[in-house]
């Protein structure tokens, strides 16, 4: 077993593929979205945090942002029925459920199932990056459902900040 790829040339090297032709007609490429607001705004969630959307992906009900919340708060009791995968980027967060604390470069996962309460307790707030995929089922405080959060929810989120603030909606957030 090598323990490392077995070229470093700097250059383009062209790699066969018997199915290029279909990969060509059918194939789709991969995403960028850059820093700048035109590409992707900061849409307010609530009064206290927004949401930066990078990807929907409506066949695997999949969709990555980065949650930014801006001072001491919370996001309310959500339990998941799919995976999520997070980076802390900013600042710190932690769930009122668990014993740990998610800060810039920490990793995280949450699991099917969990119900929890994500917290900032920082005077500058946090951001992470969130891969999520499933829906979040949101609770008010005496555990009643009040709203499910899903791909086209997120996509509703925000199409309709960028259509109400003469936004252009970007292609390559959807994959
Ligand atoms: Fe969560």
Known sequence: MSKSPASSAYKIVE???PM???QDRFGREGSYVGLSEEESPWVPFGDNAAIRHLAFDVRNNVYCNI???KGPGVIGTH????MVW???MEGSFRYLEYDWSCGPGDFITEMPGQA??????????MKALFWMQGANEFYDENG???ETLDVFWFINH???????NGIAINDQLFL
């Open 15 to 17: 790699v066969p593929e």
């Open 20 to 22: 290029k032709a279909m």
């Open 67 to 69: 949650l930014w919340i």
């Open 79 to 82: 339990k998941h029925r799919g």
């Open 86 to 88: 997070a980076v802390g």
């Open 116 to 125: 929890h309460t994500l917290v900032t307790d920082e005077p500058n707030g």
């Open 144 to 146: 009643e459902w009040t």
């Open 158 to 164: 925000y199409v309709t900040y960028c259509e109400e």
